[in-house]
């Protein structure tokens, strides 16, 4: 379903720098990959997969790579190099696949892994998988073809991606604001660690109304959604724990916790989402993650992943430390 990153210190270490990015000469930069689908075509469809570092360096840096899986290179598809390589100055760098027609057409795998180096670390998203098909296939039956479904083995609404409705869920939690003002998650020009907690929800059903909805810890309720809260199809809402959000937060509702506090605890915690009626919808447990901190905890992917993940270890995060209302990259849901 539906998916960036020389001192002998490693650069995974200056993560909380990424802005500024690892320029020194002597300082490797950590290389991942990612890809702008996951899927493409054997009637020329393309897919664009990048090389990403965690920051810019001074001098070019070329990422080799294997490719492997049983769809073969230059009889079911070409790429536009072997070598990904990234310009001086930049944090990435691309190559095109593109698929060949009249091709076998059954559904095969393309693996492709950053070769070991000594001009860059390999990251932790050391190797991607796509998939080359027949994109004139509906493979299962819900009238979305299979290029264009997000879910093509699950039968889902046209209006939905090709995707069964997942309900509201939880995409992002921030239970341990970072130091300083790296941590001022809601924008208000303060960090304040409790005001700068949050809890992201997705919405993957038609529009929603969550008036009278909740949620709690194990210390009780922190949050009623008030009355008139609508979140659209495919949108998010941001929870934080209070102050003066600021900002734009991707178009996302955003509210504060209506007790004053989230009071979400770093040392063990459970987070229950429930609708009007009682009914859990959600749970996150931070007791599997509370050796983690200073930063949030999200999806991976966004919306479809069921394991969570440190944000700035995400490549498509470029290093950021939380994301509250828009997806890992940046960009609006």
Known sequence: MKNL???????????LLAAVGCTTEDVKPTVSLASNVERFDYNNGQATVFAVLNGPVNQEIAVELTFNGDASLNQDFTVSNEVIVVPSGQDRGFIVLTGIPEADTAIKQISITIKANDAYIVGAESSITLELQDCTGDRDGDGVLDCDDLCPDEPGPPENGGCPWLGLFINEILYDPPTGIAGDSNGDGTRQPQEDEFIELYNSNPDLDISGYTISDLDGVRHVFPSGTI?????AIVIFGGGNPTGGFGGALVQTAS??????????????LRDDQGQVLDVFD??????????SLT???????????EHSTVAESGGRLFSPGVRLNGESF
Request: aromatic content about 6%; some cysteine.
């Open 259 to 272: 007790t004053g506090l989230l009071s979400l605890n770093r040392g063990g915690d459970i987070i229950t």
């Open 299 to 309: 999806r991976v992917p966004d919306i479809t992943g069921e394991a969570f993940q």
């Open 231 to 235: 979140i659209p199809s495919k949108g």
């Open 5 to 15: 990153r020389r001192f002998q210190i490693s650069c995974s270490l200056l993560l």
């Open 286 to 295: 931070i007791n599997n993650f509370n050796d983690r901190a200073a930063q």
